[in-house]
């Protein structure tokens, strides 16, 4: 059975910090990952999502994640975080096609200290 | 245009009642799934439609019944509510291999 762990529960960042959010996976075939944020009371928005080809991908708000094979993770990284980037994330790991749906991690609590 | 709409936003009913929470996308996709998010915030698929066909109907109480008249839609139905039940639950839809695209969200509490 497929699976997302995301080791922290709670990061506290400062303002103007570089950030890397952890997540590893386990899945049987070639997997298709996302990352997605949740700001308070809001729905899930995707920031970026891995399916094959380039190992970094590039997503919006200026953040980044590298998939990496041999270690089965898929972390994600900000360079420098802004107070708006304060809010949930979540990894996620899906089967590409048909209507699966996709298993999520248990979410990172991102803070950002002033 | 809201891709992946749902209603209402917040819901307060009491123990034992009936009730639905609708959910409409305009994004032409042929995949929907309804996920519920506990008070930990740990997301949890319940079913999937494709082509208003169930495809995944994961270990969720016979109380919860979704149907989808057409492939725009996807309701959920939920009979004799009790208070484990409370939680946010989420629409979403998806095309292929694509991400899935994710409404606001649905906030039930029961009291």
């Known amino acids: 059975a497929q699976s997302v762990t995301q080791p922290d529960i709670h990061i506290t960042v400062s303002e103007g910090a570089s950030l890397e959010l952890r997540c590893n996976y386990s899945?049987?075939?070639?997997?298709?990952l996302f990352w997605y944020v949740q700001s308070p009371g809001q729905g899930l928005q995707l920031l970026l999502k891995?399916?094959?080809?380039?190992?970094l991908v590039q997503g919006i708000k200026g953040f980044e994640a590298e998939f990496k094979r041999s270690q089965s993770s898929f972390n994600l990284r900000k360079p420098s975080v802004h107070w708006s980037d304060a809010a949930e994330y979540f990894c996620?790991?899906?089967?590409?096609?048909?209507?699966?749906?996709?298993?999520f991690g248990k979410g990172t609590h991102l803070i950002i200290q002033p | 245009d809201t891709a992946v709409s749902q209603t209402p936003k917040y819901l307060v009913t009491q123990m034992g009642n009936d009730k639905s929470i609708k959910c409409e996308q305009n994004?032409?996709?042929?995949?929907m799934y309804w996920y519920k998010q506990d008070s930990k915030k740990f997301l949890k698929i319940m079913f999937s439609?494709?082509?208003?066909?169930?495809?995944i109907n994961e270990t969720v109480p016979n109380r919860f019944s979704p149907k989808s008249p057409d492939k725009a839609h996807l309701n959920l139905h939920i009979n004799s509510l009790e208070l484990g039940d409370s939680a946010v639950y989420f629409c979403?839809?998806?095309?292929?291999?694509?991400?899935?695209?994710f409404g606001q969200g649905t906030r039930l509490t029961v009291v």
């Open positions: 439609y494709n082509n208003k066909e169930l495809i």
């Open positions: 891995y399916f094959s080809g380039d190992t």
């Open positions: 899945y049987g075939a070639t997997p298709y």
């Open positions: 994004l032409g996709h042929d995949t």
């Open positions: 996620a790991v899906g089967s590409g096609g048909g209507a699966d749906g996709l298993t």
């Open positions: 979403a839809s998806s095309q292929g291999e694509a991400e899935a695209f």
